[in-house]
């Protein structure tokens, strides 16, 4: 595993056009995935017939990698998986994280200090490599069975982790209020986005850390072209690919955000949209 506190915020790289689909990129939860959390069989035949096409598929998440196995098990993905919003690349086949990017402790504490100068009734966790730390006011919705560390904030930064993302919650208020101050207040700093359609959380990340970020690197790093690129999503936390990719699917129903960024829509994902989709890519049928 490496680790860097700066991942550059200069142009996203990107080779010359081809011309064909070489490349999947998806969201999982809201996207990829159905009602609980479950890949239908249509999705599975879709995967499968990328990797007999020989084209690459990455699944790009803001959950966390211990999040990740459970649909790389019913999947059998065996390729990469971007996690923590682009913090966290991660072999699924050999199940090895290949990099993760951290927030600096003194960035976190920066960042909490300028969110509550301007609202009250937050409460924060952060997710480390070494696993799940909140305070005692944050509220987990859902634990996957993990261990949490609790404890005040400089305690839980102490000795340094590596911080892939900071969560900020409040539970007055909607989720793009939220997001609207953390975006005021954070510019500059950190990268602040969300991705519960119902959940009062935004999750932040270091400056320049994003789900486009690190897949235009994995990209590149193939010979991949972003034309050859397709990227499906559904949350503000996937603008930034769906903008970066040379075909952007947002999922009916998603975030206004999302539709706003994408060139194109896929049906939901209870309706096999992003399957739907790439199978007209494969078949050159696609408009």
């Known amino acids: 595993m490496t680790t860097s506190e700066d991942p550059g915020s200069g142009p996203l790289p990107a ?58 098990e019913q999947t059998g993905h065996t390729g990469t998986a971007i996690c923590a919003n682009g913090a966290v690349v991660y072999d699924a086949g050999r199940r090895e994280v ?7 402790p003194a ?21 480390t490599m070494e696993g799940f730390r909140r305070e005692p ?10 261990e949490i560390e609790v404890g005040e904030l400089a305690e839980l930064l102490d000795p340094d ?13 909607t989720p793009q209020e939220l997001l609207e101050v953390a975006r005021a207040e954070l510019a500059g700093l950190a990268h602040p986005t969300h991705s519960g359609p119902e959940s009062p959380l935004v999750e932040v990340s270091a400056a320049g850390v994003s789900k486009a970020a690190a897949l235009a690197a994995h990209a590149a790093a193939l010979g991949v072209a972003r034309e050859d690129v397709a990227a499906f999503g559904d949350m503000p936390n996937d603008v930034e ?22 060139g194109a829509s896929a049906p939901a994902c209870a ?6 989709v790439v199978e007209a890519l494969l078949a050159g049928t696609a408009p």
């Open 98 to 104: 290949l990099s993760a990017t951290g927030f600096a």
């Open 15 to 72: 080779a010359g056009p081809t011309g064909r689909l070489r490349l999947v990129a998806s969201d999982l939860d809201g996207t990829l995935l159905g009602p609980g959390g479950v890949a239908s069989p249509r999705t599975l035949a879709m995967i499968s017939a990328c990797r007999a096409a020989g084209v690459h598929v990455v699944f790009v998440t803001g959950r966390p990698v211990v999040w990740v196995d459970p649909v790389v």
């Open 161 to 173: 982790p590596v911080v892939v993302k900071l969560l900020v919650r409040r539970e007055a208020g």
């Open 137 to 146: 006011g944050y509220v987990v919705r859902y634990d996957g069975g993990r």
């Open 271 to 276: 309706d096999d949209g992003v399957a739907r």
């Open 241 to 262: 690919m769906l903008r970066w990719a040379g075909h952007g699917y947002a999922m009916a129903g998603g975030h206004p955000e999302a539709v706003a960024a994408a």
């Open 107 to 127: 960035d976190v504490l920066e960042a909490v200090a300028r969110m509550r100068r301007r609202l009250g009734g937050l409460a924060v966790a952060v997710e």
